[in-house]
T-cell receptor, first 114, second 113 residues
């Protein structure tokens, strides 16, 4: 059973460009979560999605950030018009359908904005 | 709101030393508690977990006990190895419909030969 997969592992963007981060959950997992880790800090929750639904986006910045988890295909975290402060590691996690289940994390995408 | 507090690092130990990393939490209700480990340049791996009071989670020689009375979940290992060098995160998760994991800030462990 493959783990949570994220790509790309590293992404370099210039200010003003768009960044698209992809996450494929573990097989059988229908819940996806995105977290952001700023340098030397812990992970902060951004958004929680189920297939075709955003359940909780209380940790998402109100502008430029969006997330989706379509019926088919990976979950996408999209950052428009990136700024230097967006440079961070973005981690995706997935869990089975039951509430309160352990979340399993992917290897992360390290975004660098020049 | 919920929070997790970990001892600040870095913690530097010699190989075969005893390890304790303190973790306390603040939460309304009865969360599940976790320790995750992050090796350099990698994602988080689940190390161990406990879902109710007095449960002990254990894995790879590490263990932690869910102490409701002291709201703590300290991580211990009797004899650390160089390969244990990593950042350790304490975390909590509710089972009542709130699916976001709340993390501590992490404690960096360096084990020297």
């Amino acid at each position: 059973n493959a783990g949570v997969m994220q790509n790309p592992r590293h992404l370099v963007r210039r200010r003003g460009q768009e960044a698209r981060l992809r996450c494929s959950p573990m097989k059988g997992h229908s819940h996806v979560y995105w977290y952001r880790q700023l340098p030397e800090e812990g992970l902060k929750f951004m958004v929680y999605l189920q297939k075709e639904n955003i359940i909780d986006e209380s940790g998402m910045p109100k502008e430029r950030f969006s997330a989706e988890f379509p019926k088919e295909g990976p979950s996408i975290l999209r950052i428009q018009q990136v700024v230097r402060g967006d440079s961070a590691a973005y981690f995706c996690a997935s869990s089975p359908p039951s509430e309160g289940e352990t979340q399993y994390f992917g290897p992360g995408t390290r975004l660098l904005v020049l | 709101g919920d929070s997790v507090t970990q001892m600040e690092g870095p913690v530097t130990l010699s190989e075969e030393a005893f390890l304790t990393i303190n973790c306390t939490y603040t939460a309304t209700g009865y969360p599940s508690l976790f320790w995750y480990v992050q090796y350099p340049g990698e994602g988080l791996q689940l190390l161990l977990k406990a879902t109710k009071a007095d449960d002990k989670g254990s894995n790879k020689g590490f263990e932690a006990t869910y102490r409701k009375e002291t709201t703590s979940f300290h991580l211990e290992k009797g004899s650390v190895q160089v390969s244990d060098s990593a950042v350790y995160f304490c975390a909590l998760l509710y089972s009542g419909g709130y699916q976001k994991v709340t993390f501590g800030t992490g404690t960096k462990l360096q084990v020297i030969p």
